[in-house]
């Protein structure tokens, strides 16, 4: 009985690192990948004078992190904000009112007006 329990458990614990490794391999690659490909996009758009097209990606990349944000601090207590990260919610509304942005995505749209407008982010200040 005790030999059938410990080849499960390191059947299991095998098995468990194997497919986690894996996971964390493709998303490592992923994350470099994008990373690369920002860069890339955001010198050509440098190197030819584009800077719409290099203020789009920053847009873009912008919401993308306030969408993470608001993810991560949806639930979190105010007295777990700290005042750099208070202060930083409030430039990006003030800088959201001053250069509003809509993408061709209303649904990206609607969750980063979301973060920048929820109360629960207001609450923390």
Do not use: C
């Amino acid at each position: 009985m005790l030999l059938a329990l410990l080849a499960g458990w390191a059947i299991g614990l095998y098995s468990t690192e194997h497919y986690y490794e894996k996971w964390i391999k493709r998303y490592r690659t992923h994350i470099a990948f994008d990373g690369v490909n920002d860069r890339f996009t955001a010198l050509k758009a440098l190197r030819t004078g584009d800077t719409n097209g290099m203020a789009e990606l920053l847009e873009s990349q912008m919401d993308s992190q306030i969408m993470v944000f608001g993810a991560m601090i949806q639930d979190l207590p105010a007295d777990q904000l700290q005042p750099w990260d208070l202060r930083l919610l409030t430039q990006l509304r003030e800088y959201r009112a001053a250069h509003p942005r809509k993408t061709n995505r209303p649904e990206i749209d609607h969750l980063v007006a979301g973060v920048l407008s929820s109360t629960s982010i207001q609450n923390h200040q």
